[in-house]
């Protein structure tokens, strides 16, 4: 199967790219390959199972048909009703994830597909290329300036965790990965972490293994219990800690930013604790543990100016 992707960083809050991108119908609005559209049947563009009829700009006829559409987690899915160009199976969609360092929004553009053997290779690079990187790059351009709409309500009330942390770092994501996934690692960009090291000397890509480290003056042990290079994520479990909290869960994942090279890194945690201690444990973990080491990384790796 193949797959194709693009991916950009736009200078406007999530709320005001969900508002441009949302509408189903709304193509010919951002995207200048799209000459006109319309929905079948009379049908919302926000109602799952609708049909777009377009015509690109070069005349080719295409039908697509909603699949899924979040607007607490902006991201929909589509398929091809009436494909664009010779293929089977093409499922596709677009998520957006707001970057909290600098209120920009990083956007991903997917399609997976199956290619005649004759064409292998072919559309993966055509569909990413003059499709997604095209399209996200008029979206860009359009949204220059723009501002939530009045009354947005960012993740619809409901965050994804406790603590949503996310920036961009300034190199190739596989150069940060291979810093990040070394679990026992992290005093090596972390300047208030020491004495890092894995119990038992076990591997520091072994789910399970459980880190020993000091965090200032506390020690602490986390147990490593997700790794994924395909989706260069981690995540981890507190099992000793000196702070008031129960459950603590956490994770982090990094996704390329095509039109640029670079890393867009988020970093979640959750955990229980009593409503006046995450006063203070929410901004720390946020601001003192999280982006603190983005931006260490970001000194460590980067390559300058975010173009």
Known sequence: MARAFASTLIDAPVEAVWAMVRDFNGLPDWNPAVRDSSIE????????????????????????????????????????????????????????????????????????????????????EIVSRDVFAAGLAALAEK??????????????????????????ITAPVETVWAKMRDFAGMGGWHEDITKMHMLDGVRSDKVSGVRDFLFGEGLLWEQLTYLSDSERAFR???????????????????????DRDHTFAVWTADWTAAPQDDLELIPNVHGNVFQKAFDTLEAQLGGGADR
């Open 236 to 258: 981890y479990r507190i099992l000793k800690s000196p702070m008031p909290w129960l459950n603590y869960h956490a994770g982090a994942r990094l996704y390329p930013v095509t």
């Open 41 to 124: 049947g009379g049908l919302a563009s926000d109602v799952v199972g609708c049909v777009r009829a377009f015509t690109l700009s070069n005349g080719t006829f295409v039908r697509e048909r909603l699949l899924s559409l979040d607007d607490s987690r902006y991201s929909f899915t589509y398929n091809f009703e009436t494909p664009a160009f010779p293929v089977d199976n093409y499922v596709a969609g677009m998520e957006l994830i707001p970057e909290t360092k600098s209120g920009r929004t990083y956007v991903q553009w997917w399609a997976t597909f199956d290619e005649k053997p004759d064409d292998a290779g072919r559309f993966t």
């Open 143 to 168: 949204l220059i300036g723009a501002s939530a709409p009045a009354g947005a309500e960012r993740w619809q009330g409901l965050r994804p965790a406790k603590v949503f942390t996310s920036s961009t």
